[in-house]
């Protein structure tokens, strides 16, 4: 067995169940308002490198599709299925849950392997990411860039309906996120704008924040608009905001992500959906629909933990852009940002190789 991943949250064939990790929600007393979150001007310029552009344009359409997804995989040892995927699709990154590791002293070979496997066919190294509190690591493993790992499904930035704090939150994340940038590992800070005021947990099924969007600014958004500049990864929520739309996820929302994200707060990093099963939840679509829908929205990276759902996600962006039906610069562009976070990890992106077998004519 390996160690346990599940869901979470930078400047700069068997049948297997769901991700288990919930993310617990308070629902009572009146949130306390705390100071207003200051929207950050926009970028004077284009966070991405060009060089990282240029890359991502230059890899075959699969593999560029290919670097949208961090995925789990079954499997104990190097005969793991998903080896073989880094060597053709190329995913972007990899999540370690528990069935994946007996104990933490064999995560170091499954994670170097990884990049190895990766590297030694051409495609681009993975991320290797795992929760926070993965059974077995060693506490703030994301400060020292323990075992091989280089990205952190947490910590989370919400604040609590019932006596959170959300100045308190802020700087609790704000060390959190400075400690691991400097360890080289990228924290994924989760769930903007915010979710610590919904219903219920959106694993469980569709969740609402009824706060106004003022609201939002006094107390949820002042932990993300902290690290905006800092965090090289935020995870956007499942949950649908009144203030942004009553029924819609937030990260099915260019308003959310574009707009409030990139636009206001400043930030120019990796956009990760939250775990895929939970937009599945919300809108009863297919984990396939669900990932085209967010990536067109503004998502760079979509978080699938079930293995059983990861190649119908792949499979149906990958036709999307072929067919016209996702813009090609959209996944361009989301790829470019995940390759520039690779680059920031030292991580360092292959040569782009074409693949074996060529892909049918796209407008990729």
């Given at each position: 067995?390996?160690?346990?991943?599940?869901?979470?949250?930078?400047?700069?064939?068997?049948?297997?169940?769901?991700?288990?990790?919930?993310?617990?929600?308070?629902?009572?007393?009146?949130?306390?308002?705390?100071?207003?979150?200051?929207?950050?001007?926009?970028?004077?310029?284009?966070?991405?490198?060009?060089?990282?552009?240029?890359?991502?344009?230059?890899l075959p359409l699969d593999q560029r599709v290919g670097q949208l997804f961090v995925v789990g995989f079954e499997g104990a040892d190097l005969q793991?299925?998903?080896?073989?995927?880094?060597?053709?699709?190329?995913?972007?990154?990899?999540?370690?849950?528990?069935?994946?590791?007996?104990?933490?002293?064999?995560?170091?070979?499954?994670?170097?392997?990884?990049?190895?496997?990766?590297?030694?066919?051409?495609?681009?190294?993975?991320?290797?990411?795992?929760?926070?509190?993965?059974?077995?690591?060693?506490?703030?493993?994301?400060?020292?860039?323990?075992?091989?790992?280089?990205?952190?499904?947490?910590?989370?930035?919400?604040?609590?309906?019932?006596?959170?704090?959300?100045?308190?939150?802020?700087?609790?994340?704000?060390?959190?996120?400075?400690?691991?940038?400097?360890?080289?590992?990228?924290?994924?800070?989760?769930?903007?704008?915010?979710?610590?005021?919904?219903?219920?947990?959106?694993?469980?099924?569709?969740?609402?924040?009824?706060?106004?969007?003022?609201?939002?600014?006094?107390?949820?958004?002042?932990?993300?608009?902290?690290?905006?500049?800092?965090?090289?990864?935020?995870?956007?929520?499942?949950?649908?905001?009144?203030?942004?739309?009553?029924?819609?996820?937030?990260?099915?929302?260019?308003?959310?992500?574009?707009?409030?994200?990139?636009?206001?707060?400043?930030?120019?990093?990796?956009?990760?959906?939250?775990?895929?099963?939970?937009?599945?939840?919300?809108?009863?679509?297919?984990?396939?629909?669900?990932?085209?829908?967010?990536?067109?929205?503004?998502?760079?990276?979509?978080?699938?933990?079930?293995?059983?759902?990861?190649?119908?996600?792949?499979?149906?962006?990958?036709?999307?852009?072929?067919?016209?039906?996702?813009?090609?610069?959209?996944?361009?562009?989301?790829?470019?940002?995940?390759?520039?976070?690779?680059?920031?990890?030292?991580?360092?992106?292959?040569?782009?190789?074409?693949?074996?077998?060529?892909?049918?004519?796209?407008?990729?």
């Amino acid at each position: 067995m390996l160690l346990g991943a599940a869901s979470g949250l930078s400047a700069c064939g068997d049948e297997v169940p769901r991700a288990t990790q919930r993310h617990p929600v308070e629902r009572t007393a009146t949130p306390r308002p705390a100071r207003t979150a200051t929207p950050a001007p926009a970028p004077a310029r284009d966070p991405v490198p060009r060089a990282a552009r240029r890359r991502a344009a230059a890899l075959p359409l699969d593999q560029r599709v290919g670097q949208l997804f961090v995925v789990g995989f079954e499997g104990a040892d190097l005969q793991a299925s998903v080896f073989e995927e880094l060597r053709g699709r190329g995913w972007g990154g990899i999540v370690v849950a528990p069935d994946n590791a007996a104990t933490a002293a064999g995560l170091p070979v499954l994670a170097g392997e990884a990049v190895v496997t990766a590297r030694a066919a051409g495609r681009v190294p993975p991320l290797v990411a795992a929760d926070p509190q993965l059974p077995g690591l060693p506490a703030g493993w994301a400060e020292r860039r323990a075992l091989g790992l280089t990205l952190s499904l947490g910590p989370d930035a919400d604040v609590p309906i019932a006596g959170g704090d959300a100045e308190a939150t802020a700087r609790r994340v704000t060390r959190a996120v400075r400690r691991a940038r400097d360890a080289g590992v990228a924290v994924a800070v989760g769930h903007f704008p915010g979710q610590g005021a919904a219903s219920q947990d959106p694993l469980e099924g569709p969740a609402q924040v009824g706060l106004s969007l003022e609201d939002l600014r006094t107390r949820d958004l002042v932990p993300f608009a902290a690290v905006a500049r800092r965090a090289r990864v935020v995870v956007v929520s499942s949950a649908a905001f009144l203030a942004l739309d009553p029924v819609t996820p937030a990260a099915l929302l260019p308003r959310t992500v574009k707009d409030l994200l990139r636009g206001e707060l400043g930030f120019g990093g990796v956009a990760m959906s939250d775990d895929l099963a939970g937009l599945e939840a919300a809108t009863g679509d297919s984990a396939g629909v669900a990932a085209v829908a967010a990536i067109d929205a503004g998502i760079d990276v979509v978080h699938v933990p079930d293995p059983a759902a990861r190649d119908e996600a792949y499979r149906a962006v990958l036709a999307a852009v072929r067919e016209g039906r996702l813009a090609p610069a959209r996944v361009r562009d989301a790829a470019a940002r995940m390759l520039a976070l690779k680059d920031a990890l030292g991580l360092g992106a292959a040569a782009p190789t074409a693949p074996a077998a060529p892909p049918a004519p796209s407008p990729g």
